[in-house]
């Protein structure tokens, strides 16, 4: 176990706040847990664990341990005649994982192309795009308590898996270190989200295969979300509020914002929208903006730090609330 003092963490978070931690340790092996257990229960030590880094907000200084889970490997390990299950590494890059899966024919994250972070962070995002949630193929999880010491395993029932959401936001002391997924032989292509249907719309969809739509799904992508080697981000910065059904036909009729029917009671809204109709695409507040070609994503232009990145937040929230009445919430994860 090798732990550094005082660790620059600015370039491993893709929004690049500028950041350190007193302690940082990188996980590579199981083995160490149980160690590095001991350790943050001797040194009363704050922690969090760190993945690729990408839907995350740093402080200046972090005065606890930082452990950066790169837990490598991906393997068959059960089949049966409609399905695999792969089990893959926390630490493995996420879109790697994915096209990994396609090349072996391994179906159903390909709606969840060039998403950034790891294996590890899929399920405590459950990340989800362009009709899919992640939660939808996976199987299990190993996890390791931190608080505990113990390894032990979760179905994906017992992930308390919601809307971008899963019990692990709430619990730090679970540290993922692998995930099995439960991935089709035959492909059964997700074709529905809007972008996606409209490119397909009057083609022999039978002849679409599982590559084709993962390229289409990256070429949207880039379209749309800017590139964090280029432009500092963490992908969307809010959520999509769920709403009152009778206030979302109140807003549909007064703004004709689109709205999605969630159940009988609630729908969905697009905070894109919804900032982008407030007058703020393109607002800037000194280092921290909205970025001009998709409201949902606030860039660091320079140097920017956790505060003012959640100052500026604050802001859109105040703007967007004062004109349609509906509270914004932060997607990414801050770290205290």
């Known amino acids: 176990m090798k732990i550094k003092e005082f660790a620059e963490l600015t370039y ?67 089949e049966d005649d409609q399905f695999v299950f792969v089990k893959a590494g926390a630490g493995a890059i996420w879109d790697d994982f994915v096209k990994f899966c396609i090349d072996n024919a391994w179906f159903g994250l390909e709606n969840l192309s060039w998403i950034p972070g790891t294996v590890g962070a899929s399920p405590v995002q459950n990340i989800s795009a362009y009709g899919v949630d992640v939660r939808e193929f996976i199987d299990s999880l190993e996890v390791f308590d931190l608080a505990t010491g113990k390894t032990f395993s979760l179905k994906e029932k017992d992930c308390g898996f919601a809307y971008r959401n899963s019990i692990f ?39 679409v295969s599982a590559l084709d739509l993962r390229n289409l799904i990256i070429s949207i992508r880039k379209q749309k979300l800017p590139d964090p080697a280029l432009f500092p981000n963490v992908g969307s910065f809010f959520h999509n509020p769920i709403v009152d059904k009778l206030l979302a036909e109140k807003l549909h009729k007064e703004h004709s914002i689109p709205i999605y029917e969630v159940d009988c009671n ?24 909205v970025y001009d070609k998709h409201a949902l994503v606030l860039l660091n232009y320079s140097s920017a730090t956790q505060k003012e990145i959640l100052d500026f937040a604050q802001t859109i929230k105040g703007k967007v609330q004062s004109k349609f009445n509906v509270l914004l919430n932060i997607e990414p994860i801050v770290v205290n």
Do not use: M
């Open 169 to 207: 936001k709430g619990e730090p002391n679970l540290l993922v270190t692998s995930v099995v997924f439960r991935l089709r032989k035959i492909p059964r292509l997700n074709l529905s989200y809007r972008d996606v249907a409209e490119h397909f719309k009057g083609k022999n969809i039978e002849k």
């Open 266 to 289: 609630r729908a969905k809204l697009s905070a894109g929208w919804l900032i982008e109709n407030s007058g703020l695409k393109g607002f800037r507040i000194g280092n921290v903006g």
């Open 12 to 78: 491993l978070n893709t929004i690049r706040l500028k950041s350190c931690t007193r302690y940082y340790l990188l996980l590579q092996n199981e083995k160490e847990l149980v160690e590095i257990s001991a350790y943050i229960k001797l040194k009363s030590l704050k922690f969090f664990t760190l993945g690729g880094g990408s839907n995350i907000l740093l402080p200046e200084l972090f005065e606890g341990l930082v452990i950066h889970n790169k837990i490598q490997g991906v393997q068959k390990i059960a």
